[in-house]
């Protein structure tokens, strides 16, 4: 599990979001190095990790609770159903 720094890249313009202006919820996504994005609030969000994961799309959660992330490696997440960044 790694802590996601506060600011977030969202949509196809790379709008910044602060993590605090999402809904609190999880978020199926995907995890290569120290980015994972998620769809949240109906948008493709960029996470930053302060740790990262060796690995390109692996299977992830985003939590957001109270205006805090954090992302957490699952792999049996089903990532034909998740969209992309990379």
Known sequence: MSKVNGVVSAGSGGKTLRVKDLSDGEYAG??????????????????????GVRGIGEGCVVTIKDGR???RAVPAVN???VPHIW
Do not use: H, K, Q
């Not at 995890?31 to 994972?36: I, L």
């Open 69 to 71: 992330a954090t992302v």
């Open 79 to 81: 990532l034909d159903t």
């Open 30 to 51: 995907t995890w290569s190095g120290y980015e994972a994005s998620a769809v949240v609030d109906g948008m493709l969000c960029a996470f930053m990790t302060v740790e």
